[in-house]
């Protein structure tokens, strides 16, 4: 063997025993306080337990995010918890710094602590806390509409959408000229349906950005639904999120009926924001598609077949066909 070679690092992850010794002496948290690696997404997962209480710690994939758009996402929290809404919100240390910045082989991550979600998850929902989960998100539409947050770089928008997934696609399917043809026939079909003349009535502000069961914790005693895992919010029209929530939940109409009879309880819907929504369910089936042809590096995400891809363009593009 006549050499080693020293390559670049595109992901590692964060040993928890040096977040013992490093991370947890920065907080007001027990010395013996255990650290478990739980959870590998785009950012890692990690569960605090002490002897008064447990918390997440999360540590943010290195180019993920920027320290403004991160700093922009606590204030967003702090801001909701501030407002009466339960969510995870940062705990900040000793010193009151919310972030920490780890120097690890394939560059700067930002890790942040996050208090407990009371409760636990949900396999699945039901008439009743679809309802209340309903009543939650437009309590949160409510303090968030026409909010502005100056780090907070995403946009849930049709342009910003279509143009972000149109740039994706260039790259990955550019050499299919039938599914390239039929995604860019498909975009020009949304552009027309969500015109500047039937958005005109529906309302902005900050949206959640990945709206479903799985980002909240539930407390059975009190029937208190807390909601976490913000790191796709984003500026835009706040109907996107329910189109997100019509998504996850296309199985279940039951589940969705009794979401939107809970959200307009709180917040009812114009009639605009109702003509939109079939047609945000498929925007964000469109942001997921640029998403996840961006992010579909082979290494956290698994790498998604050319065939695969074209097949979501065609089952997108059925799904517009039939609105």
């Known amino acids: ?37 739980i959870h590998q997404g785009i950012n890692d997962t990690y569960l605090i337990s002490t002897s008064e ?4 710690l999360r540590i943010y994939r290195a180019n993920w995010k920027s320290l403004t758009d991160v700093t922009a996402e606590l204030d967003l929290l702090l801001l909701l918890n501030d407002n009466g809404l339960p969510v995870s919100y940062p705990l900040p240390d000793k010193s009151g710094n919310f972030i920490q910045r ?11 602590l996050f208090c407990h979600a009371p409760g636990g998850s949900l396999p699945s929902l039901n008439d009743q806390n679809a309802d209340l989960f309903g009543q939650y998100v437009g309590r949160l539409h409510n303090i968030t509409e026409d909010l502005k947050l100056s780090g907070l770089s995403r946009e849930y928008t049709p342009v910003e959408i279509l143009r972000n997934t149109k740039r994706a696609l260039q790259l990955l399917v550019a050499n299919n000229e039938e599914a390239y043809e039929i995604a860019q026939n498909l975009f020009h079909r ?16 900050i949206c959640h950005g990945d709206l479903h069961h799985e980002n909240i914790f539930w407390e059975v005693s009190t029937e208190k639904i807390t909601l976490f895992d913000f790191d796709f919010c984003g500026h835009g029209y706040l109907t996107y999120d329910l189109g997100c929530f019509l998504r996850y939940e296309r199985d279940s109409p039951g589940n969705i009926v009794n979401f939107l ?3 307009e309880k709180v917040r009812p819907l114009n009639q605009s ?48 066909s039939k609105i």
């Not at 949304?190 to 502000?205: C, D, I, P, Y």
Request: proline share 4%; charged share 25%; with cysteine.
């Open 261 to 263: 009879n809970g959200y």
């Open 102 to 112: 780890i120097d690890c082989p394939e560059g700067i991550r930002f890790a942040v």
């Open 1 to 37: 063997m006549d050499r080693t070679f020293k390559f670049p690092v595109t992901y590692s992850l964060v040993s928890s025993k040096a977040i013992e010794d490093e991370l947890i002496p920065l907080y007001n948290l027990p010395r013996t306080s255990s650290v478990l690696f």
């Open 53 to 56: 209480g447990k918390y997440i």
């Open 273 to 320: 924001e109702k003509a939109c929504l079939p047609y945000f369910e498929v925007l964000m089936r469109v942001f997921h598609l640029g998403a996840r042809g961006m992010n579909a590096d082979g290494l956290k995400n698994s790498k998604w077949l050319n065939s695969d891809m074209v097949n979501t363009i065609c089952d997108i593009d059925m799904q517009l």
């Open 190 to 205: 949304l552009e027309e349906k969500l015109n500047g003349e039937l958005l005109r009535s529906v309302r902005s502000g």
